[in-house]
């Protein structure tokens, strides 16, 4: 059973065009993360949801914009793509209330490629 | 403001040879440091966190807070070990945002 799943797991867009990225969780957790991972394999956080509540937005264009209709769902949308916004979006869930470990768990990750 | 380094990006080593894997951190309130490991086509994953102080496929790492590093270290690298390695910054009691390095990339060669 896989816990953290995303889809698409490859999108190739052409420029200027919107896309979705839909992650789900079956671990029950209450928080969700969308990293991005650029081409020198920097892994940098973008946003994080805890009970479908936005609690951390990094400096992230406002051409992104998660939405979570409910704790086990985190989408990410994007409009208008541009070159730089080519990389691999990780999705991540992590518990952060009651018995925390702190660890995250991540999905396998969907590489969006702007032409 | 949390940050961490990883200072270097590639590290290629023979099998049987010992790999230290450096990261430093900055952080002004209680850390908890992770690493994470990303095998060729495979999700990142935790490997080890320094509060259970467990040694996990060999790998310990212990966290000095003087120095402010929790270095990765094993004595006898295998190939497949070979992986990209993240050390991970969170707060101590649960943090909402974990911070990662830049990663650094192991080679382990036959």
């Known amino acids: 059973d896989t816990a953290v799943s995303q889809t698409p797991k490859y999108l190739v867009t052409q420029m200027g065009n919107d896309k979705s990225i839909k992650c789900e969780q079956n671990?029950?957790?209450?928080?969700m993360y969308w990293y991005k991972q650029d081409s020198k394999k920097f892994l940098k956080i973008m946003f994080s949801?805890?009970?479908?509540?936005?609690?951390i937005n990094e400096t992230v264009p406002n051409r992104f914009s998660p939405k979570s209709p409910d704790k086990a769902h985190l989408n990410l949308h994007i409009n208008s793509l541009e070159l730089g916004d080519s990389a691999v979006y990780f999705c991540?869930?992590?518990?952060?209330?009651?018995?925390?470990?702190?660890?995250?768990?991540f999905g396998e990750g969907s590489r969006l490629t702007v032409l | 403001a949390q940050r961490v380094t990883q200072p270097e990006k590639l590290l290629s080593v023979f099998k049987g040879a010992p790999v230290e894997l450096k990261c430093n951190y900055s952080?002004?309130?209680?850390?908890?440091l992770f690493w994470y490991v990303q095998y060729s086509r495979q999700r990142l994953q935790l490997l080890l966190r320094h509060i259970s102080r467990e040694s996990i496929k060999g790998f310990t790492a212990d966290l000095n807070k003087g120095e402010t590093s929790f270095h990765l270290k094993k004595p006898f690298a295998q190939e497949e070990d070979s992986a990209m390695y993240y050390c991970a910054l969170g707060s101590q009691g649960g943090s909402e945002k974990l911070v990662f390095g830049k990663g650094m990339k192991l080679t382990v060669n036959p």
């Open positions: 991540a869930s992590s518990q952060t209330s009651g018995t925390n470990t702190g660890e995250l768990f």
């Open positions: 949801y805890n009970n479908k509540e936005l609690i």
């Open positions: 952080y002004s309130g209680s850390p908890e």
């Open positions: 671990l029950g957790h209450d928080t």
